[in-house]
């Protein structure tokens, strides 16, 4: 507040803008005392704290979320789209009608707060991870209104999201028991779901995603050199299956074997090719290696994956270990086995990756080591436990 002439010129700090990165402020002329002009700054800092804009009255938030979500949803990939689509169409339901300038820190914490007592599935609590997931949708799509002019300023950043992990709180990694993981490969081959079981022997083997795994086809695999190339990647969106590049470089990396891995693999192509011909259909063009379809024309379904896994576990009574457990575990043999993290890091598509032509020598037998690593200790655990 400053005297400018025989007025009192008012103003309020909004931060900065944040595409120009320029200060933002709402001034106002006023006529009086100083005590009145005191009351009116205090007037002007709330409307300005608590987000009102007359250009957004007629808004409601389930207006702004949905023009939001259009205007940017094909930058995301596909798996966070569906997610934030989720979450409108579950979780934010209660915020939808609500005007826009009726938003306050104040009520998104009591909106936050109703969702941890009783968000979850059957009015369940809901999880503070789950909460902050839907913070992170809430502010970004306040934030946009700002951009656009709706808002003066984005209440979402004054509200409390909840505690969240900080980097010496993290949850310790899940490393599966290696008698169980012998035990879940070994009830897989013997329950005659050969599918199942290549998945999770070359799981074991690989260290590769669920998502990689899905979208590997056979010409992907090559048994001479021992070799798989990593290429692309399924994920589930809002329409259905999408194959993407498996990193955002869109560049590939090759995965070698070990020879019981390559064993497994040539045994499970053999088998594809025995269902196709029962079934009297020719292998599709590039066919998948998991596939449910005789011919292999489309990739085995991720949660349809997932379940058979689980399936397997609950009937013979087996610990749950999760796919992405066997990948840990996959890495806790490298790390036991001595290999060099550099090497680790591009078998399990860590760090930057190199094609296999471009390969020093010295480079190709280290992860010549890094497979036979694996294969060595999986044998040791198998015998032991036999």
Not at 207 to 228: I, M, Q, V, Y
Request: proline share 4%; with cysteine; hydrophobic share 40%.
């Amino acid at each position: 507040m400053r005297r400018k002439g025989e007025a009192w010129e008012l103003r309020v700090y909004l931060g900065r803008d944040s595409i120009t990165g320029k200060p933002r402020y709402r001034s106002r002329s006023f006529r009086g005392t100083k005590r009145r002009a005191e009351e009116e700054l205090a007037r002007l800092l709330t409307e300005a704290t608590s987000g009102a804009d007359t250009r957004a009255t007629g808004q409601s938030f389930g207006d702004l979320v949905e023009q939001w979500y259009a205007s940017w949803s094909g930058e995301w990939s596909p798996g966070t789209a569906k997610e934030t689509r989720r979450l409108i169409d579950t979780k934010l339901t209660g915020l939808a009608r609500v005007k826009l300038h009726k938003i306050t820190p104040a009520s998104l914490d009591a909106f936050y707060g109703d969702l941890r007592r009783r968000g979850g599935k059957g009015g369940a609590p809901l999880a503070q991870s789950s909460v902050r997931r839907i913070h992170a949708v809430v502010s970004s799509a306040l934030e946009q209104a700002v951009r656009w002019g709706w808002l003066q300023n984005n209440p979402a950043q004054r509200a409390w999201k909840g505690k969240g992990k900080g980097a010496n709180q993290a949850a310790p990694t899940a490393v599966p028991a290696a008698a169980d993981v012998v035990r879940l490969l070994d009830a897989a081959w013997s329950s005659g779901n050969w599918n199942l079981a290549a998945l999770l022997e070359l799981e074991v083997h690989t260290g590769l995603r669920r998502s990689e795994l899905l979208a590997l086809r056979w010409p992907s695999f090559d048994a001479h050199h021992r070799t798989l190339e990593v290429a692309t990647a399924i994920v589930v969106s809002t329409e259905g299956l999408v194959e993407k590049p498996a990193t955002k470089t869109g560049t590939s990396r090759v995965v070698v074997l070990s020879t019981t891995a390559v064993d497994v693999l040539v045994g499970h192509r053999a088998r594809c090719a025995e269902r196709a011909s029962a079934a009297g259909v020719e292998p599709a063009p590039d066919c998948y290696i998991f596939s449910t379809n005789a011919d292999g024309a489309r990739p085995w379904w991720p949660s349809s994956a997932t379940r058979s896994v689980k399936i397997l576990q609950e009937r013979l009574g087996l610990p749950p270990v999760a796919l992405q457990e066997l990948r840990r575990f996959h890495s806790s043999l490298l790390i036991v086995g001595g290999v060099d993290m550099a090497t680790e890091s591009e078998r399990l598509g860590h760090g930057p990756t190199v094609a296999l032509r471009s390969y020093a020598r010295s480079n190709r037998d280290a992860h010549e080591r890094a497979a036979e690593v694996v294969a060595e200790a999986l044998a040791a655990l198998r015998s032991a436990a036999s």
